[in-house]
């Protein structure tokens, strides 16, 4: 294996399912190990072998990731934010399809 | 309803996604719920979320048009949001609108990319029968969209034409009471066209579908025949067809096998050189396959990108020299991007299309939900059957599969789909996820639809946002089905 780094990451900023995201988004180049610990998400990172020459150096699975974690809490507050409004706005709209 | 944060600010956030175009200024694409799109730089993005937008700015009052904030004492967004959301999915309303009848397998081809749904020529026990013809008939009407499609699909539709006759009559005549708009076309090479053949469809106003995949040297090598002649032939049937119902009785599709990828240009020269008005540049679909033909035939979708890229460069250059060629699959997701409106396009839907939106009557008396489906039956895959054309179509609809497909056709809440920013113009597409990672869910980091689809959305919006004035105003005009000519407009960025 030609490298692998582990990122510990708090929960607060990045809530298991922003962690799970980024991983599910990376997943063609990247292998990820995601464990819980207290507080605490840990996140064991590999080249993906299938990617080959295609896959990322550490530098740069690194760079991926935090971006790829900051979007995605970014996104969550979005959701949280919002909450409710796209589920009311589909209901509303669509009532008359008996969806 | 809803519990918002309290802020400071008087506006608040709508539901909106981002994705990451490029690292320009305005390399941030935000898409709205309703389809509404704007380009942000990473810091106006930051401002927006974080409430220090300043008010009385253009960039403000754009966010506040599109329905990315509303002020909290303002005016109430939500009832003209749910309209626009109710346009974009209005193919919900009507149920099955496209109904496929698979008359025969028998074809006088032999495509090497359409080996498991086709039968050979004298083959017997490949075609519909009279009586499930009669039952397709039944659960055609039982949809209840006031306009429906008809066609005709085969193997060679025009073999089984007897078959053919029989269902336009029987729609026709129960029609005169149901009235509904109702559209007929054979998907056909055309090969086996004849006066008999065009008096009936000039009668009945069928329109025909065929296939053309570029000049003879690509067409005769992807579809051969015995007396190697396909093209010629379906270049005759063309001009038939044109000649005795109209120029507009006529369009093509075009496959694009491996070898196809070589030659945007020629293919599109085909098509200019025959006078059609648009062309479809599609990917080989997984289907039609012997497992033992994947490997020569197939190609991986990041070429199929790069020859389509080419092929819509050259198609700008062409319609800016005055020649009217439109590019099928732009014009659809242009529509998505740009209007309101549902294209109707069944592939790029959510919740999916298949089912809710089409029905296939296969030659056996099955019903699918989509040809793709009745596809993966001949490759030995039965499990996508709705059920048998004798029973009714609240039956079909309350299938276990429709269950499957609905579970996994709403891409709003699909993995990978739910963030991205290209939701609100893609579309969910379980039976391709089926039939190339046998998951109907699928995973998008591997999924040629989500490739397809991610990249050439990406394009369009870049062409949408840095393309000249002619860029613009040639994608305007594939949307208005206009004449560049006839255009007024300078162009659109959004
Ligand atoms: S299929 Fe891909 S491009 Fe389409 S919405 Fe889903 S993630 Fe986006």
């Given at each position: 294996m030609p490298w692998s780094f582990t990122l510990s990451l708090d929960e607060t900023t990045y809530p298991l399912g922003v962690v799970q995201r980024t991983v599910y988004a990376l997943a063609d180049r990247l292998t990820c190990l995601?464990?819980?610990?207290?507080?605490?998400?840990?996140?064991?990172?590999?080249?993906?072998?299938?990617?080959?020459?295609?896959?990322?150096?550490?530098?740069?699975?690194?760079a991926l990731l935090y971006r790829n974690l900051n979007d995605f809490a970014l996104r969550e507050r979005i959701r949280l934010e919002t909450q409710g409004l796209c589920e009311w706005l589909a209901r509303t709209a669509l009532k008359e399809a008996g969806l | 309803m809803t519990v918002l944060l309290a802020t400071d600010a008087t506006y608040r956030l709508l539901p909106f996604r981002f994705m990451r175009l490029d690292e320009s200024d305005r390399g941030l694409l935000l898409t709205a719920e309703t389809g509404e799109y704007l380009f942000l730089s990473e810091a106006q993005l930051d401002q927006l979320v974080n409430r220090r937008l300043p008010r009385h700015t253009p960039l403000y009052k754009d966010l506040l048009a599109r329905h990315f904030i509303y002020e909290i004492d303002g005016h109430d967004p939500l009832p003209e949001m749910a309209a626009q959301y109710r346009s974009r999915k209005s193919f919900l309303f009507g149920g099955p609108a496209l109904h496929l009848f698979v008359v025969t397998l028998r074809c006088n081809h032999t495509c090497q990319y359409c080996q498991v749904s086709r039968a050979p020529l004298g083959g017997s026990g490949h075609d519909l029968s009279a009586?499930?013809?009669?039952?397709?008939?039944?659960?055609?009407?039982?949809?209840?969209?006031?306009?429906?499609?008809?066609?005709?699909?085969?193997?060679?539709?025009?073999?089984?034409?007897?078959?053919?006759?029989?269902?336009?009559?029987?729609?026709?005549?129960?029609?005169?009471?149901?009235?509904?708009?109702?559209?007929?076309?054979?998907?056909?090479?055309?090969?086996?066209?004849?006066?008999q053949v065009l008096d009936f469809a000039q009668e009945h106003d069928i329109h025909f579908s065929t296939s053309l995949d570029g000049p003879a040297f690509l067409h005769d090598a992807n579809r051969p025949t015995p007396e190697r002649d396909a093209h010629a032939r379906t270049l005759d049937g063309i001009?038939?067809?044109?000649?005795?119902?109209?120029?507009?009785?006529?369009?093509?599709?075009?496959?694009?096998?491996?070898?196809?990828?070589?030659?945007?240009?020629?293919?599109?020269?085909?098509?200019?050189?025959?006078?059609f008005d648009s062309i479809s540049l599609r990917p080989l679909s997984p289907y039609g396959f012997a497992h033992s033909s994947r490997q020569r035939l197939d190609y991986p979708m990041a070429r199929y990108v790069a020859f389509y890229k080419?092929?819509?460069?050259?198609?700008?250059?062409?319609?800016?020299?005055?020649?009217?060629?439109?590019?099928?699959?732009?014009?659809?997701?242009?529509?998505?991007?740009?209007?309101?409106?549902?294209?109707?396009?069944?592939?790029?839907?959510?919740?999916?299309?298949?089912?809710?939106?089409?029905?296939?009557?296969?030659?056996?008396?099955?019903?699918?939900?989509?040809?793709?489906?009745?596809?993966?039956?001949?490759?030995?895959?039965?499990?996508?059957?709705?059920?048998?054309?004798?029973?009714?179509?609240?039956?079909?609809?309350?299938?276990?599969v429709m269950g499957l497909l609905l579970s996994a056709g709403i891409a709003e809440?699909?993995?990978?789909?739910?963030?991205?920013?290209?939701?609100?113009?893609?579309?969910?597409?379980?039976?391709?996820?089926?039939?190339?990672?046998?998951?109907?869910?699928?995973?998008?980091?591997?999924?040629?639809?989500?490739?397809?689809?991610?990249a050439l959305l990406q394009h369009l919006f870049r062409l949408l946002r840095d393309g000249d004035d002619l860029t613009q105003r040639v994608l305007l005009s594939w949307l208005a089905r206009r004449r560049l000519a006839d255009l007024p407009v300078p162009g659109y960025r959004g």
């Open positions: 995601v464990a819980q610990q207290p507080g605490r998400v840990s996140l064991e990172v590999m080249p993906l072998l299938l990617a080959g020459e295609g896959a990322p150096s550490a530098e740069t699975a690194r | 009586e499930h013809a009669r039952h397709a008939v039944d659960r055609l009407f039982e949809s209840p969209s006031p306009v429906l499609t008809v066609e005709f699909q085969g193997g060679e539709p025009l073999l089984a034409f007897d078959r053919v006759r029989q269902i336009v009559e029987a729609v026709q005549a129960r029609n005169s009471e149901e009235r509904r708009s109702i559209r007929f076309v054979i998907s056909s090479t055309l090969h086996h066209l004849d006066e001009r038939r067809v044109r000649e005795r119902l109209g120029h507009e009785a006529v369009s093509a599709l075009t496959t694009l096998a491996a070898r196809s990828l070589e030659y945007p240009e020629a293919i599109i020269d085909e098509y200019v050189e025959q006078q080419q092929a819509l460069a050259y198609l700008i250059t062409l319609n800016g020299q005055g020649i009217r060629l439109s590019e099928g699959y732009a014009s659809l997701l242009l529509t998505h991007i740009l209007t309101p409106f549902a294209s109707g396009y069944v592939d790029l839907r959510s919740p999916a299309g298949a089912g809710i939106g089409a029905l296939v009557y296969n030659y056996d008396g099955g019903v699918y939900p989509s040809d793709e489906a009745r596809m993966l039956l001949e490759m030995g895959e039965a499990g996508l059957r709705l059920g048998s054309v004798e029973q009714p179509l609240e039956t079909l609809l309350r299938s276990p809440g699909l993995p990978g789909c739910a963030d991205c920013a290209f939701v609100p113009y893609c579309g969910a597409d379980p039976i391709e996820h089926y039939a190339r990672q046998s998951d109907p869910v699928g995973h998008r980091a591997f999924s040629a639809f989500c490739q397809k689809n991610m």
